[in-house]
Every structure is written in structure tokens, then in C-alpha cells.
Nanobody
Framework: VQLQASGGGLVQAGASLRLSCTAS????????MAWFRQGPGKEREFVAA????????VYADSVKGRFTVSRDNAKNTMYLQMNTLTPEDTAVYYC????????????????????WGQGTKVTVSS
């Protein structure tokens, strides 16, 4: 499975961005897809994830209510709509995917994902 992320950019605080991640190489698409991010000088952290089956979603507390993850299974594409961005959201955003599905708690763990995209940079200025 290959993942291609796009949509990053430079925006001001309070603005919105939508990231996309398209999966190829797997008929039907991955079972679970997720977004992680790594800010300057920080460790990679979970942002949001979505299961193909049932569209179950899970979010990090830091983005809940501001970010929305969705996917278009017909296009094998996952989206991350990011609203009310703050400088703390500045990071390289990575999409990840796996061929398995788990309970929502397990969807937060980066070690469960076998496939990773190249990352797209989001910079939020104050």
C-alpha cells in the first residue's frame, strides 16, 4: 500500500485547512487509516483515525471539536478537515494505514500501522 498525503501549507491562526491522503495498491483500501503529526522538537503523536467498517472515528483530545476525519472509500482517500488552527497545530502531518481493525483505543497506537505516507507540512502563524 502506498500513501500520498497532500494539502499542507502556511496559514494564520484561526484558519482552516483540509489534508488528503490517498491509498493505492490495495483493492478496497486499508481497513484503518489515521493521521499522526510531529511538531518541531516533539515526538510523533496521534491525531485522528477512521475505520472503513462503520466509519468509526477516534480523535486526540487536543483536536476534538476542531478536526474532522472522514474517508471516501470509493476513492480510497482519507481527509482531515482542520478548523480553528492554532500555532500548536504546526507540525508535519503523516497519514498511516493498516489492513486490520481494532477497538478505538488501539487505533491511537502508531505501532499498529504498517503503511506510512511521506508527510505534509502545516505551519500556523500567530
Amino acid at each position: 500500500v502506498q500513501l500520498q498525503a497532500s494539502g499542507g501549507g502556511l496559514v494564520q491562526a484561526g484558519a482552516s485547512l483540509r489534508l488528503s491522503c490517498t491509498a493505492s495498491g490495495r483493492a478496497g483500501g486499508p481497513s484503518t487509516m489515521a493521521w499522526f503529526r510531529q511538531g518541531p522538537g516533539k515526538e510523533r503523536e496521534f491525531v485522528a483515525a477512521i475505520r472503513r467498517s462503520g466509519g468509526i472515528t477516534v480523535y486526540a483530545d487536543s483536536v476534538k471539536g476542531r478536526f474532522t476525519v472522514s474517508r471516501d472509500n470509493a476513492k480510497n482517500t482519507m481527509y482531515l478537515q482542520m478548523n480553528t488552527l492554532t500555532p500548536e497545530d504546526t507540525a508535519v502531518y503523516y497519514c498511516a494505514a493498516a489492513d486490520a481493525s481494532w477497538i478505538t483505543g488501539a487505533m491511537r497506537s502508531s505501532t499498529r500501522y504498517s503503511y506510512w505516507g511521506q508527510g505534509t507540512k502545516v505551519t500556523v502563524s500567530s
